[in-house]
């Protein structure tokens, strides 16, 4: 009889922690700094290209890395992919439209007789550009982290000789986001329980003793960390296991390729 494979889950607030698809993806047997300095390096050309073909290239081929060669389920990727996607729609609303007291522009709506809100093609040709540009950054990062364990990319912060100071805290941070994470999922369940989101009058209530005691159950808890940290000869500097990873040569030629393509692709279609 064939044993069945364990599966672990590490969840903050009834969703998959970035720590969890790190660890769990098929690509964390790669080389950490050969992750980060690829994604670097396609986070960089899509945003120096300019081209809404190179950064259609690097979304699709950081989705494929990600999700086909990664593991990491397709709903669970755009699920994620859905913030930074509505935050940039949004954000570029104001750089497709406008605002005039006259009809102009190639499109354009009176609006309760008062005022035209107009576009044109090349308002929207810039807007659409911008948001696939930054999605397609957003995209790169999201291969890097997604595939490397936090402790894997400090490691390659420290090789790469940051400051000290700039690592240690940009880890504290991170953990302590993750701390109130599962303090509000904790204290929200706590009051599900309780049916203290049973209508508007008793959530809004609800909601605002969360929200006040969140800060100082979170504050106790990284209090409490910190504490364990010390009594684990904590000196001021986080030492972490790493992992000899080598770096295999199909892994530099896809890459170089990659980049040859994508070059390829803004010499055609500049």
Known sequence: MKEKKRKFRHEHGGSFSVDYYAYASRMRSWNAGFKVLFSIISLLLCIACNNLFVSLA????????????????????????????????????AIAIGFSMHPVGQYHVHFLNLFY?????????????????????????????LTTPLSEIIAVLRKAH??????????????YIFIMIDTHSRMK???????????????????????????????????????AL??????????????????????VVMAVI?????????????
């Not at 989705?63 to 996607?85: C, D, E, N, Q, R």
């Not at 809100?117 to 982290?145: D, E, P, Q, R």
């Not at 940051?162 to 953990?175: A, D, S, T």
């Not at 684990?232 to 040569?249: I, M, P, S, T």
């Open 189 to 227: 369940n706590s009051a599900e329980s309780r049916l203290g989101y049973c209508d508007f009058k008793t959530s809004c209530y609800s909601f605002g003793q969360v929200a006040s005691n969140l800060l100082v159950v979170s504050l106790k808890r990284g209090n409490n960390y910190y504490n």
């Open 258 to 270: 990659f980049i040859i393509i994508l070059l390829l692709i803004w010499f055609f279609t500049k």
């Open 58 to 93: 690097v979304i699709f081929f950081m989705g494929f890395l990600t999700v086909a060669v990664g593991g990491l389920k397709l709903h669970h990727y755009i699920s994620m992919l859905l913030v930074p996607i509505i935050f940039l729609i949004f954000g570029t609303i």
């Open 230 to 251: 010390e009594a684990r000869c904590y000196n001021g500097d986080l030492q972490f296991l790493e992992e000899e990873k080598q770096v295999k040569a199909g892994q």
């Open 117 to 145: 809100i107009y576009c044109s093609k090349a308002s929207l040709l810039k807007a659409g550009n911008l948001v696939f540009k930054a999605l397609g950054a957003v995209s790169a990062l999201y291969m890097m982290t």
């Open 162 to 175: 940051v400051p000290k100071l700039i690592i240690e805290l940009m880890n504290m941070i991170y953990r």
